[in-house]
Each structure stands twice: as C-alpha cells, then as structure tokens.
C-alpha cells in the first residue's frame, strides 16, 4: 500500500509504503521508506498477523504533521491494537502526493484481492477525552474496564483514577493490555454477587486529553463448585413404555438448595 508517493510509478517514487505478506507463518506489516526506488525498513508489526489463508484485517494508519507514523491493526472485526510508531519526516505530504496499491501475485491468486472501506484524512488533532465503555468483573479479583481509544501508559494506570462502589473503592493495581485501550483492576476486597458500578476520573489518552468523571454499571456472579448435599435430585421421569397416562418423555429436575450460584459443569 503507497501511502505517500512523489510519483505514480511505483518503481521510482519516493515515499512510504506498508507491506503485507510474504511466505512464512510469522509475517508481519512492515513500513518501508523508498527512496528512488530503493526501500529502507523502518518499522515491523505483530508477527503472524497477516500470514493467515485468507487474510482479513482492518487498518488504520496516522502521520502527524511531524512525521510521526503509528499503525493500529485488527484481524477481522477485532480491536484495533497498535502495531508500530515510529518517526520518519523525510518526505511531506501535500496535494501534489499519490495514495495507490500495487498486488503481487501470481496466477492463480488474480481475483484474491480486496479492498473497501477506504478514507484518507487531514491530519485533525485529537481534542476528544478517552470515553468509557464497558466494565466487566472477570473474577472476584479482577474487573476489566475497555476505553475507545489508546491511553496514556501513566495516566491508565494510576489507581487513583478508578472507584467501585459497594465498599470496594480504589483498586491495589492497574494494567494496561497490550491494545492499550483496556485496563484490569485488581481488586483488595473481593467482590460478592451482586451489582456495582465503576467510576474513572482524569484519565488521558495518548495526546494528553483527560476525562472527567465517567460511571458505568457491572455484574459479578460468584459461580462456585458444588460440595454434597447442595444439589438434589428433586424429580424423575423415566419415560415409560407404555405410558399409562404419563409424559411420554424422560427428564432430571434438580434443586439447588444451597442459595449460591452452583457451576454444574
């Protein structure tokens, strides 16, 4: 993919390029810089993210007016999670540059290329706070909060800027997963069943945009083993041939007696 060339002819144009696929199982985006037709390599992605048959992945690439370059990436509908950022201003922009794509393939791979849902954009600076929108207790322990965009490594993990209700309060730690927009909240007191809610405040993305308070509701279930005498058989039918008036089907019924949430599995 050109994603800025002086000229449209690949073979000569000076500019930056996005490659994807070669042969192997760990293939990767790669950004080159060309100069004259000569290509430097100037930052790699995820290994494997694009070595799939088919592939199918969601691009979004960002140069700022400094020249620094940053790619997120998805496969499928996933997450866009950051690939790369790294700073290259050699050649500039303007409306005298060429956007294009250039396949290489072979034979039988002619009609395997697809590309839609395209856009290019000024670079329009970012004047939006992260905005809150899930909340999820994955245990007791842990409740995972996800945000719609990349967040200052600092900012997000500051327990300060987190607040459950209920008596929980602030969590011991925070960590920010790897697409940089979801945090995990370890928690000092274990939560109960129940319903909670999550406050954030003075959160910051990557370009220094806070929040102010944001609140959104969660649910824990506490799902434990069951131990004996909790579960009993409450009611049997055997499916009797012939019938004689019963149903002509066979079930268990079951009674959880204990009052918890039991994982039968």
Not at 27 to 51: E, I, N, S, Y
Not at 74 to 90: C, E, I, K, M, Y
Not at 204 to 233: H, K, P, R
Request: aromatic letters at 8%; glycine letters at 8%.
């Amino acid at each position: 993919i050109f994603l800025l060339a002086d000229q449209p002819d690949p073979a000569l144009a000076n500019g930056y390029l996005l490659e994807a696929g070669e042969n192997g199982s760990l293939d990767a985006l790669k950004l080159f810089r060309q100069d004259a037709g000569a290509r430097t390599l100037l930052a790699t992605g995820q290994p494997g993210l694009v070595a799939g048959d088919p592939t199918d992945i969601h691009l979004r690439m960002k140069r700022t007016v400094a020249g620094e370059w940053q790619l997120e990436a998805a496969s499928g509908n996933g997450v866009l999670q950051l690939q790369f950022t790294v700073p290259d201003a050699t050649y500039g922009g303007g409306s005298d540059r060429y956007f294009g794509f250039q396949c290489v393939y072979t034979a039988t791979r002619k009609d395997k290329f697809y590309f839609d849902d395209i856009s290019i954009q000024p670079d329009v600076p970012d004047l939006q706070a992260p905005l809150l929108l899930s909340a999820e207790a994955l245990n007791a322990n842990t409740v995972q909060a996800t945000f719609n965009e990349s967040l200052d490594s600092l900012s997000a993990i500051d327990p300060a800027h987190y607040q459950i209700d209920n008596g929980i309060g602030m969590p011991v730690s925070v960590l920010l997963l790897p697409d940089r927009r979801t945090v995990n909240l370890n928690l000092l007191s274990p939560l109960s069943s129940g319903n909670y809610q999550l406050q954030t405040l003075a959160v910051q993305d990557m370009v220094g945009n806070e929040s102010g308070v944001q609140t959104i509701d969660f649910q824990f279930v506490n799902i434990t083993t069951a131990e004996e005498f909790d579960i009993l058989i409450n009611e049997i039918m055997a499916d009797p041939t012939p019938s004689v008036g019963l149903p002509d089907a066979e079930w268990v019924e079951l009674y959880n007696r204990s009052g918890k949430t039991l994982d039968l599995a």
